[in-house]
Each structure stands twice: as structure tokens, then as C-alpha cells.
């Protein structure tokens, strides 16, 4: 019963993102550049223009203690609602741990829907959002959470010049853990480099401090280059600072941006 009614969730979810109409252009389209949350661990402190339908997708691959597991598709599907709100949905990802052996866990994650509310562009070009989301608990038995873990994310940003940005995250989740949720707060903070007019860097500090176990800290780098307003590539890497954090991490994306003419 319990997986009938995750199973309509994920559909209903699927459905509507994929059939929502594209209406409401507030904007030209030749104005409007993709924004993505990738692949920074701070989210994009805009949102997704009106009528817009924003794929966002990568893989991940972690290294933990002589352990690697790969991580894919990392997809957000964001929509534009409202002219400062947006549904989003994140699809499970696929979690494959190598080498796959005794003591190791492969299979799906959970499903999370959420939306997001744009406060700024508030006084001083600081721009701010809140993004809720809940997961549900429709991953594999070895990788799900088994609880309906709710978070709440607010990413900030502002633009120091023309071509250095200040932002970051400060972040509030609940996941379960051993059958009680787990609060778990986060901060970071990151100085972003734009090289060109399609094309940035970034460094980013990442901290989580859970309330069971230790803090999970990294140095996170990454890049990405518009192949066009609404196509993005990225690349980025991180190193662990604490022992409960991974020990390192490379990832690729690509997100694309829908939009009506």
C-alpha cells in the first residue's frame, strides 16, 4: 500500500511538470539567460522566469574512505509559476557504489518537491530566496531515509562589481536518522569570478553540522560556461576539511532552459 501511494506521488509529480502549459512570458525570450543552482552547493538566489521549464542534471562521483559511489542523474526540474515563484521536483537519483561488494549499498534515493519563493532584490542589490521541499520516502530500502523529511534553504547573493559575486546558503533540513530526524544546519559561502560573459569560476566554502555526528566540511570549486542563454555545462571538485566529511568529489552537469517565444 505504502508503495502504491509513493508510486502516485512520483507520477502526479511527473505529470504535472511535464504538462504544464509554458504561459505567462514576463520577459522576451532573447533577454532571458539560464540560472541554475548547479553547480555550487548554494542555491541561485533567483528564480526560474515565468513560464519557464528548467532541467538541471549531473553525475557525482564521491570518494569516502577508499569507497567511490557514483551519483546520477542529479535532475532539479524547476518551473516558473509565478513572475518571483517556482515549483520544483528532484527526480531520484542512482546511487552505485564501486566496487560493489560485501557491506555496500546500490539503488535509488528519494523524491523531493518543493517551491520557491524569490524575496529580492532587496536594498543594496542584495538578492535572497526561500526554497521549502519535502522528500518522501520512495528510494531503495538501502538508500531511502524511510521518513518524510522536510528542509528549508535560503540562498543569497550580491554582485560586488561587474565581475565578482558574494554569496551562499544558510540551510535548515531534518533528515531521518535511525527513525528520528536528525537536525542538521548549514552555511556557506562562496566568491564567484565572471572570465568572460558565458563563462565564471568559483570557490565555496561548504560546512553541515549535524546534531548527531560530527561536522561535514569541504572546499568546493567549480565552473560553468553557457553554451548558449538557455544551455549550460559545469564541472567542479571538492576536498573534505573534517574526517566525517567525504574525502573528495568530482562532478559534470549539463541544464537546459525551456522557454516560450
Known amino acids: 500500500m505504502r508503495e502504491r501511494l509513493h508510486l502516485r506521488i512520483y507520477l502526479c509529480a511527473i505529470t504535472f511538470f511535464a504538462t504544464a502549459p509554458l504561459y505567462g512570458q514576463s520577459i522576451p525570450d532573447s533577454e532571458v539567460v539560464i540560472s541554475t543552482d548547479r553547480p555550487s552547493v548554494a542555491n541561485s538566489s533567483v528564480v526560474v522566469p515565468q513560464g519557464g521549464l528548467q532541467f538541471e542534471n549531473g553525475l557525482l562521483v564521491t570518494h569516502t574512505q577508499g569507497q567511490f559511489v557514483l551519483d546520477l542523474p542529479e535532475t532539479s526540474v524547476r518551473y516558473g509559476l509565478l513572475h518571483k515563484t517556482e515549483l520544483r521536483l528532484t527526480v531520484p537519483d542512482y546511487y552505485y557504489n564501486l566496487p560493489d ?39 531503495a530500502d538501502a538508500v531511502s531515509s524511510h521518513g518524510y523529511d522536510p528542509a528549508l534553504q535560503l540562498p543569497w547573493s550580491r554582485a560586488l562589481s561587474a565581475h565578482w559575486t558574494l554569496g551562499g ?47 561535514r566540511q569541504l572546499l568546493h570549486f567549480g565552473t560553468s560556461y553557457k553554451l548558449a542563454p538557455h544551455h549550460q555545462v559545469d564541472f567542479h571538485v571538492a576536498v573534505g576539511l573534517t574526517h566525517s566529511a567525504p574525502d573528495s568529489y568530482v562532478g559534470f552537469g549539463y541544464s537546459f532552459l525551456l522557454f516560450p517565444k
Open 169 to 215: 546558503q544558510v540551510a535548515f533540513y531534518w533528515p531521518t536518522l535511525a527513525g528520528s530526524h536528525n537536525f542538521t544546519g548549514e552555511t556557506t559561502f562562496y566568491l564567484d569570478r565572471q572570465l568572460t560573459k558565458p563563462w565564471d569560476a568559483f570557490v565555496e566554502y561548504v560546512g553541515d553540522f549535524p546534531g548527531r555526528g560530527g561536522s
Open 101 to 139: 561488494g560485501a557491506g555496500t549499498t546500490s539503488g535509488f534515493g528519494d523524491l523531493a518537491v518543493g517551491v520557491k519563493q524569490q524575496l529580492g532584490p532587496l536594498l543594496g542589490h542584495f538578492n535572497l530566496s526561500a526554497i521549502f521541499f519535502l522528500s518522501f520516502p520512495t528510494g
